[in-house]
């Protein structure tokens, strides 16, 4: 799933507005991009982009979540859920 007009580097990621909707983005070193809504699963946090683990980090809590969107740490339990974009 690409997306051609989204500014953004590979092998970063970051929250984006798109079509009134927040996502969390990421780009692969091979230009792949992945798309997450970026909210905690826990209680709801705005999640952070942690730039040297590349995963998505809940700043309330801790919880964490890989680019996928998979449950790395709790205390959340249940993955993102993905955009589709
Ligand atoms: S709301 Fe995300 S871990 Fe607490």
């Known amino acids: 799933m690409i997306i051609l007009d989204i500014d953004i580097e590979k092998g970063e990621g970051k929250i984006i507005d798109y079509k009134g909707q927040k ?3 990421y780009k692969n070193e ?7 809504i ?9 999640l952070n982009w942690d730039k040297k683990e590349k995963n998505w ?7 964490r979540f890989s680019y996928e969107g998979k449950v790395i740490n709790g205390p959340a339990t249940e993955n993102l859920e993905k955009a589709t974009i």
Not at 38 to 46: I, L, N
């Open 38 to 46: 970026p909210d905690c699963t826990y209680e709801g946090c705005r």
């Open 57 to 63: 980090v809940c700043p309330c809590c801790g919880s």
């Open 30 to 36: 091979n230009g792949k991009i992945f798309a997450v």
């Open 23 to 25: 996502l969390g983005i």
